[in-house]
Nanobody
Framework: QVQLVESGGGLVHAGDSLRLSCAAS????????MHWFRQAPGKGREPVAS????????YYADSVKGRFTISRDNALNTIYLQMNSLKPEDTAVYHC????????????????WGQGTQVTVSS
């Protein structure tokens, strides 16, 4: 069993930066590919970024490429999402997720989800 807890969200202005964290419980964190998703009000869940088990592979949605960076520290059981040059359209609840099988860029399923952290970007 893995529990995921996100933190680091908040209210910022356009152009500002935030760093989200997702802390995982359990001793098997390094066996999971990890992901960030977001869901804006009235919209579906959108993949944002993914990172492979060892951290060597990353994926970004086109909407955040060049502005967001995903990373992980397996010693701390934590992944991060550094978000720079934030835009109002980045406003959403950001969730992290873990997938045990498949590749980091096309997992067949997601095994665990966090509760999410709110990011609000004002114009």
């Amino acid at each position: 069993q893995v529990q995921l807890v996100e933190s680091g969200g908040g209210l910022v202005h356009a152009g500002d930066s935030l760093r989200l964290s997702c802390a995982a419980s359990g001793r098997t964190f390094s066996t999971y590919n990890m992901h960030w998703f977001r869901q804006a009000p009235g919209k579906g869940r959108e993949p944002v970024a993914s990172i492979s088990r060892g951290g060597g592979g990353t994926y970004y949605a086109d909407s955040v490429k060049g502005r967001f960076t995903i990373s992980r520290d397996n010693a701390l059981n934590t992944i991060y999402l550094q978000m720079n040059s934030l835009k109002p359209e980045d406003t959403a609840v950001y969730h992290c997720a873990a997938s045990a099988s498949g590749t980091f860029y096309a997992p067949p399923s997601f095994d665990y989800w966090g509760q999410g952290t709110q990011v609000t970007v004002s114009s």
